[in-house]
């Protein structure tokens, strides 16, 4: 990612509409945010850029968002990265898991606007 002083969001999913929109609006919300399309792209973006949020599917091809997460904990940057999980599954075995998980946040997509994501973004980011 550039440096900037804007905070740096990386979009890791493999809706290609979705993704562009989060980025988009993430962008028009003064953050610098990229995409990846799956979570094998994802963690090589973290792992080089180490963005301020990362904002993770669990539903993906080729490495999905929890051994996206599992491999992302295994790197001493990637132990204390901030992340959202974002996804269609709802369920408690999957929010807890995320909690276990170290990550900071579970959105259920079907339930959150793009300024309700937009909002938690900024809101991890002032709380941590």
Excluded: C
């Excluded at 890791?12 to 028009?28: C, E, G, P, Q, S």
């Excluded at 990846?36 to 993770?56: C, M, Q, R």
């Amino acid at each position: 990612m550039e440096k900037t002083d804007k905070k740096n969001v990386l979009v890791v999913d493999d809706d290609d509409n979705l993704r562009t929109v989060l980025i988009d609006k993430l962008n028009m919300s003064g953050f610098y945010a990229i995409g990846a399309s799956n979570g094998e792209e994802g963690l090589e973006k973290a792992l080089k850029t180490h963005p301020d949020v990362i904002l993770l599917d669990i539903i993906m091809p080729i490495l999905n968002g929890w051994e996206m997460l599992k491999k992302l904990r295994e790197d001493e940057w990637g132990k204390g990265a901030k992340v959202i999980m974002l996804t269609v599954i709802e369920n408690t075995e999957a929010i807890a898991r995320a909690v276990e998980d170290n990550s900071l946040a579970y959105l259920i997509k079907t339930n959150e606007s793009m300024d309700d994501v937009v909002e938690k973004v900024k809101t991890m980011l002032r709380n941590n």
